[in-house]
């Protein structure tokens, strides 16, 4: 069975400052993509970033950037000049090909809170 | 362009009581997700359709749970009779028919939150 790991429940930042939320994965495949959700108190879940687990290069969108190693099956999502709007549940979310197509498994979540 | 949409936005029931979901995809995404997210833990995938045929329910919990996605678009969940350990969000999800082995996004709807007293 596949298995996410987000260490920290809750985090807190302040504003415009750097945060940095933890994951760890254990997989036997060779071939996935790597996803950031975030989850707003409204409960829409939106993708953050996305990492193709064959590519080398670390996946920025923005404020929002990860740092992926595959050899330690860790993948951290670093925000950074946090805005208020941050405040959400993350969660991340390794996407494994299963039944001929990708499915993902999603870890515990981390809530972090942007403090003003 | 249209999100994800779901009906009711919240439920509450008795236990034992029957209950039932609505999922609007966006428009052409082939491929629905039902996921179960129970308070303070992440989305567990119930069951998975691409068009009206079910690729993958290995986690619905098939005593109880039951779902249907008649002409491939619109999808039906549906428990009964509900527990108390069935409260939860349930979030739909959509995403465009890739090939295999191509990674399409999920989007996901607002949810449905299921209270069962």
């Known amino acids: 069975a596949q298995t996410v790991t987000q260490s920290q429940p809750e985090m807190s930042v302040q504003e415009a400052e750097t945060v940095t939320l933890s994951c760890t994965y254990d997989t036997s495949e060779s071939n996935y993509y790597l996803f950031w959700y975030k989850q707003p108190p409204s409960r829409q879940m939106i993708l953050v970033i996305r990492?193709?687990?064959?590519?080398?290069q670390n996946a920025t969108e923005n404020r929002f950037s990860v740092n992926f190693q595959k050899a330690a099956k860790s993948f951290s999502l670093k925000i950074s000049d946090s805005q208020l709007g941050d405040t959400a549940m993350y969660f991340c979310a390794p996407s494994y090909s299963g039944a001929g197509s990708y499915q993902l498994t999603f870890g515990k979540g981390t809530k972090l809170s942007v403090i003003p | 362009e249209a999100g994800v949409a779901q009906s009711p936005r919240y439920k509450i029931i008795e236990k034992r009581q029957s209950v039932a979901f609505w999922c609007n995809p966006i428009s052409g995404h082939a491929t629905l997700y039902w996921y179960q997210q129970i308070l303070g833990q992440g989305p567990k995938l119930l069951i998975q359709f691409q068009n009206n045929g079910v690729v993958d329910d290995s986690q619905l919990p098939k005593d109880r749970f039951s779902a249907e996605r008649l002409k491939g678009v619109d999808s039906t969940l549906k428990i009964q009779p509900a527990k108390l350990e069935d409260s939860a969000v349930y979030l739909c999800?959509?995403?465009?028919?890739?090939?295999?082995?191509?990674?399409?996004?999920?989007?996901f709807g607002p949810g449905t939150r299921l209270t069962v007293l």
């Open positions: 999800a959509s995403s465009l028919d890739g090939e295999t082995g191509a990674y399409n996004e999920q989007f």
């Open positions: 990492q193709e687990a064959y590519k080398q």
